[in-house]
């Protein structure tokens, strides 16, 4: 599949793995491609601020709710408050305590570091590459760009899209027929 990719459409997903390995996340989710395609240089990341849903935003909440792969959100909710917690560590054990790069552990005699080589994409992920596929051909056309990884990440049903989306005040049909104007294909 993604032979068919064009070169800004492959941008973006070196960008989303990039982005997950800042993040220290082990897999590519679909808002780390949705975070691709906000990048200054893609034609989708003036339209994804009209919507709403400019880069620094996304990664605010991405960056919030995997904070060290902890969902920040639902334990607050049970009372655990992270910030609390990391303010304590790095009281005892000095700041940027939690920071630590995974990529950079060592293990094993080949000492082959930790998130070597791609990432794998979470279903979620995989999905929006599908549909992104999907929407190329009902659309009649040849590539897939980055108009059309944003329709394929619009049709999923990933919960953590739909949460951003929902909390952005995105409205979802708008974004779409946007896109797909602006491709000259009308919805």
Known sequence: MFERFTRDARTVVVAAQETARSLADSEIRATHLLLGLTQPEQRTAALLAEHGLDRDRILRRVAGRHRGGLDESALSALGIDLTAIR?????????????????????????????????????????????????????????????????????????????????????VAALRQATESRRGHAA
């Open 87 to 171: 303010s304590s560590v790095e009281s005892t054990f000095g700041p940027g305590a939690l920071d630590a790069d995974p990529r950079s552990r060592r293990r094993g005699p080949g000492r082959r570091r930790l998130f070597a080589g791609h990432l794998p994409f979470t279903a979620g992920a995989k999905k929006s590459l599908e549909l992104a596929l999907r929407e190329a051909i009902r659309l009649d056309h040849g590539a897939i760009d980055t108009e059309m990884v944003l329709l394929g990440i619009l049709r999923s049903d990933d919960l953590e899209i739909r949460q951003l989306l929902a909390e952005s005040g995105v409205d």
